[in-house]
């Protein structure tokens, strides 16, 4: 019988043509998020409007229509977004913890394979699923595995699935195949499948308690530093190939790595050393012949180092089991039947040999043993070649009713059918009746019970209690909406609706296969081939894109028609279907309601020509590039720069044009022409053409002594020379300015600097002014030195000075010794004295400090002062005698 699984029809969720391929799993991930979500499609892409107020106005639109979209979705959005309400922190926070809880948990294993982590992959991709928000889903209730949920992990595809899910897969399954027959209904125990890879676990197996993944400890608390679901402890699960070691992980979702043991092995064939090898990786080969003999006991084995030996591959001549054949066959096989019955004569010497092909004696002829009667109660040795005759005696025999006895004598064959009349019990206990035992009483009354489904009654006659479940189809809309469920009436939800739909592009090139019920909210597959819809403007084809979905986008092709009045084309993007907004219908009142705003598509007219056309302005200033719809003279809007009249002077006016009535304006302004260099009187007339009168006006200037006024006409000035113009500049008078020396220039009023040649004679003194000398007035006159008589002199005075500064050192020491003289007298007198001698001697201290005082402005300031007086009366008188000498 094939589990429920498989039935045809009574599958919850199958379809009527038995199991259907599963979809892929992001296919039903992606299943789920489409129920739970609200279904948005995209609009068509909006073609910018001629014109800037109609533009903004759909674009506001636009925008508005997009936000109450977002919003719709995110009040929709799905239980795996709300996952983890609680840990919405910072991602590069989550970010790094995950990548912590990662490490600690490879730690012990990392540690063992000095860092290498290429056997941790497939189990880090399950730790690192448990992390990811919507990553994990229970493929029973298509939700999200949340990290404090109770769920239980399949061991043969590790899938995660709630605790409640698997319980009710498990009873479900079970039950539907316990139903299949009335008669071993809740009595044998069937297994029941994984949801996913479909391993069989019996009934004893069905989780009850929420377990970690190691199974070390029950209900295990949500610790934010450890994988969800997880105890933190050392997993210890035996490994896979058994080596005899265990997983060295903290309990971990997933499988378990290979064994990161070092161990020491011999190879294969084990005729090289031992070497150390990791555990999981333990066989290797030497590459030597192995030369073990083979199972053929002929030939020897002449692969190189492997573990077990292959049959042997040569070919022999091998006889069968009887000896009668012989055949060239395969070493590996050489026991083998020739299909001949044996047909040797048995040890009776009556019958032959029926067994085929066999090897030693023929077993014994099954007819020479001692036989019984046909009821077994009497027993005889005959012959093989005669029969045992039925002994008489009641049969005996049980009856298929097992309650009863045949009554018949003992005969060959099976015994007939109890006839005995008995009070029978119905099968559901309400009712006795008197009728043959070989036959079952079953009354009319109708089981009242609700089966199930807890939807409808029984309704079976003469149920005993046992109510088979319900036969009749579910028959409720499934969450698709496009089907029923085929299943049979049951409690609960429905499973997923089963039928898959194939989602086409515009084109069908592509198509996605996605579960019933998405249809409507998955997007297209996208298609690689371009899009074949034709052209909805005046181009012939439209621009070459792939296939989309929705409307096409707007035509960006150049427009290229004819502009009217001209003969260039229109190079704006195609307007043949512009999207703007229709013109709303005045309201009658404001009872009225307004409507919203309706967009419908409309040609366009082409723009005026902007194709830029050289053209002069009204001057002829300059060249620019007009746009073709305003081609024509222009305005340049400077000015108009035409030559008047006077020839001196150009048109202020604005660029115009010049025609026989439209002229230049008139000038009206003075002569504005230069004058002569020097000259700052303008002419007096007014603008004219040619060369100004010459100026007649007197120039008032100082001489170039700046102390006399003169009076110059200003057409001499003008049209001197330099020679003339520094004659004319002259007053004719001695030069008032000073030389550097001191004395006054002799030249003749002059412009610039004097020169520097004076010729008066000075006289000059040595330092001591003993000496006297007279020398022309130059910057390069030398002072007089003094000779051996001022050195002389001034020796002289420098010893009178010492002099005197030692007579006053030593005035006061002795004033200062007289002091102390006074102190010490003082001393020796002691005693009180009396007033009159102290007053007397005040007054004599008084007196002394007066005459100490008069002493020392005569040592300090007199004597100083008298021998400076000596010395200048001695110098002058030098001075005098040398000078007297020399004339």
């Known amino acids: 019988m094939e589990p429920a699984w498989r039935l045809h029809g009574r599958g919850r969720g199958r379809g009527q043509e038995g199991e259907r391929p599963r979809p892929p799993q992001k296919e039903r991930l992606g299943a789920a998020a489409g129920r739970g979500g609200q279904r948005t499609e995209p609009g068509p892409a ?13 674009e506001e639109i636009r925008k508005s229509n997009q936000a109450a979209a977002q919003r719709l979705v995110e009040s929709r959005v799905s239980s795996s977004s709300e996952e983890d309400s609680d840990d919405n922190g910072d991602e590069d926070h989550r970010d790094g913890k995950r990548g912590k809880i990662l490490t600690s948990t490879f730690t012990t294993y990392t540690n063992q394979t000095g860092g290498d982590t290429s056997d941790l992959l497939r189990t880090g991709q399950y730790v690192s699923d448990l992390f990811q928000s919507g990553a994990l889903t229970c493929l029973i209730c298509i939700g999200s595995v949340k990290r404090t949920q109770p769920v239980w992990s399949c061991s043969g595809c590790f899938s995660l699935f709630h605790l409640p899910c698997i319980q009710k897969w498990a009873r479900d399954s079970v039950f539907l195949v316990s139903s299949v027959t009335d008669e071993d209904f809740g009595v044998k125990q069937h297994p029941w499948p994984c949801p996913k890879c479909r391993a069989e676990y019996p009934p004893s197996a069905t989780p009850n308690r929420y377990m970690c993944y190691c199974g070390k400890l029950q209900d295990p ?42 161990v020491s092995v011999s190879c294969m064939c084990g005729k090289a050393k031992l070497l150390p090898r990791r555990c999981s990786n333990k066989a290797w080969s030497c590459q030597q012949q192995c030369g073990k003999l083979l199972p053929c006991k002929q030939h020897s084995c002449s692969q190189p180092c492997h573990t077990e030996c292959s ?93 009863h006895t045949c009554s018949m004598r003992c005969h060959r064959g099976s015994c007939e059918t109890c006839r005995q ?33 807890q939807r409808h009654q029984c309704r079976r006659k003469c149920c005993p209690g046992n109510c088979p479940p319900c036969d009749q189809s579910c028959g409720r809309t499934l969450g698709c909406r496009n089907h029923k469920c085929p299943s049979i009436c049951h409690q609960g939800s429905c499973y ?14 592509a198509v996605l296969v996605v579960p019933c019920g998405r249809e409507k909210s998955t997007k297209p597959p996208r298609c690689k ?131 026989s009535g439209v002229k230049c304006e008139v000038c009206e302004e003075d002569c504005s022409k230069p004058r002569p260099p020097g000259c700052p009187h303008p002419c007096p007339l ?13 120039i008032r200037q100082r001489c170039h002594c700046k102390i006399t006024m003169l009076y110059v006409e200003c057409t001499k000035l003008t049209s001197a020379d330099e020679q003339t113009k520094v ?158 000498r020399k004339l």
């Not at 007014?686 to 007197?698: E, F, I, K, N, V």
């Open 421 to 453: 009349v008995v009070e029978k019990e119905c099968r559901c206990g309400k009712h006795r009746k008197q009728m043959p035992c070989h036959r079952e009483y079953l009354c009319d009354s109708k089981c009242p019970k609700t089966r199930s489904c």
């Open 221 to 262: 608390p949500a610790d934010p530093w450890l994988a969800p679901h997880s105890c933190g402890s050392v997993c210890q699960k035996e490994l896979k190939p058994t080596c005899g070691h265990t997983c060295l992980l903290l309990c971990h979702p997933g499988p378990c790595p290979p064994c990161p043991k070092m």
């Open 311 to 403: 049959p042997c591959p040569r070919v022999s001549v091998q006889s069968c089991v009887c000896g009668r054949e012989a055949a060239e066959r395969p070493c590996a096989s050489p026991r083998w039947n020739c299909l001949q019955v044996c047909g040797a004569p048995l040890s009776c010497g009556n019958h032959t040999c029926e067994v085929v092909c066999h090897d030693g004696v023929c077993p014994p002829c099954p007819r020479s043993i001692s036989r019984s009667c046909p009821c077994g109660k009497t027993k005889s040795s005959l012959p093989c070649t005669e029969e045992v005759p039925p002994c008489g005696d009641t049969c005996d025999r049980q009856l298929s009713c097992l309650k």
């Open 727 to 884: 004659q004319l500049g002259s007053c004719n008078n001695q030069c008032p300015k000073e030389l550097s020396c001191g004395h006054r220039c002799k030249q003749v009023c002059h412009p610039g600097v004097c020169e520097e040649k004076c010729q008066q004679k000075v006289k000059l003194r040595c330092p001591c002014k003993r000496i006297k000398k007279e020398f022309p007035c130059s910057p390069s006159v030398q002072c007089v030195q003094c000779d051996d008589v001022c050195r002389d002199q001034q020796r002289k005075v420098s010893q009178l000075k010492e002099a005197e500064q030692r007579a006053a050192q030593d005035e006061e020491q002795r004033r200062l010794q007289e002091e102390l003289e006074a102190f010490e007298k003082r001393q020796q007198r002691g005693g009180r004295r009396s007033k009159k001698r102290g007053r007397r001697e005040e007054v004599d201290d008084e007196k002394g400090r007066g005459r100490r005082w008069w002493r020392r402005c005569a040592a300090f300031v007199l004597v100083p002062l008298g021998g400076a007086l000596l010395s200048a009366a001695t110098y002058y008188l030098l001075l005098d005698v040398d000078s007297d």
């Open 46 to 58: 909006a073609q910018p409007p001629h014109g800037a107020s109609v533009q903004a106005k759909f």
């Open 529 to 659: 081939e371009t899009c074949r819809r034709p052209s909805s403007c005046h181009h012939p084809a439209r621009e070459p894109h792939r296939c989309h979905p929705g409307p096409c986008p707007p035509c960006r092709q150049a427009c290229l028609l004819p502009l009217p009045g001209c003969c260039h084309t229109c190079p704006q993007p195609c307007h043949d279907l512009v999207v703007v907004r229709s013109q709303q219908v005045q309201l009658a009142g404001p009872w009225e309601q307004p409507s919203e705003p309706a967009f419908v598509k409309k040609a366009l007219p082409c723009p005026p020509c902007q194709v830029p056309i050289p053209t002069p302005c009204f001057g002829e200033h300059e060249v620019s590039l007009v746009p073709c719809h305003r081609q024509g003279p222009f305005s340049c809007q400077r000015l108009c720069g035409r030559p008047l009249a006077c020839s001196n002077h150009s048109c202020s006016r604005e660029c115009h044009l010049v025609t």
């Open 686 to 698: 007014p603008c004219h053409p040619g060369a100004c009168p010459p100026c007649s006006q007197m």
């Open 496 to 509: 997923p609706c089963p039928e898959s739909v194939e989602v086409r592009c515009t084109c069908g090139s």
